[in-house]
């Protein structure tokens, strides 16, 4: 079993209030969890009202298989997102030993 995590930092320049950060937030995570069957959650920012670090993660059998996930979910936020500043996206893929 391997696990892909990704902790997406975004900046929102034109919000200015924590209303319509939560908003798109939710708008990206709902549409992560629905669209690629990832867990996702903001994990950072919870306070701040133009940054937020979004964490998903895919539980694959492939480790390929579930960076190819996590890549095509960043891929989705850049493309359908254009007023967010991606600040970085840090992705870490673990194999998770197994017990017989």
């Given at each position: 079993?391997?696990?892909a995590?990704?902790?997406?930092?975004i900046r929102?320049?034109?919000?200015?209030?924590?209303?319509g950060?939560?908003?798109?937030?939710?708008?990206?995570?709902?549409?992560l969890?629905?669209r690629?069957?990832?867990?996702?959650?903001?994990?950072e920012?919870?306070?701040?009202?133009?940054?937020?670090?979004?964490?998903?993660?895919y539980?694959?059998?492939r480790?390929?298989?579930?960076?190819?996930?996590?890549d095509?979910?960043?891929?989705?936020?850049?493309e359908?997102?254009?007023?967010?500043?991606?600040?970085g996206?840090?992705?870490?893929?673990?194999?998770?030993?197994?017990?017989?």
């Amino acid at each position: 079993m391997n696990i892909a995590v990704c902790a997406l930092s975004i900046r929102l320049p034109e919000n200015h209030s924590l209303k319509g950060k939560r908003q798109i937030v939710h708008s990206i995570t709902s549409r992560l969890q629905n669209r690629f069957h990832v867990s996702a959650a903001e994990v950072e920012g919870q306070g701040l009202w133009q940054v937020s670090t979004i964490g998903f993660a895919y539980v694959s059998n492939r480790a390929d298989h579930a960076r190819e996930i996590i890549d095509r979910a960043v891929s989705f936020v850049l493309e359908n997102y254009p007023d967010i500043e991606v600040l970085g996206a840090q992705v870490e893929v673990f194999p998770v030993l197994q017990r017989d």
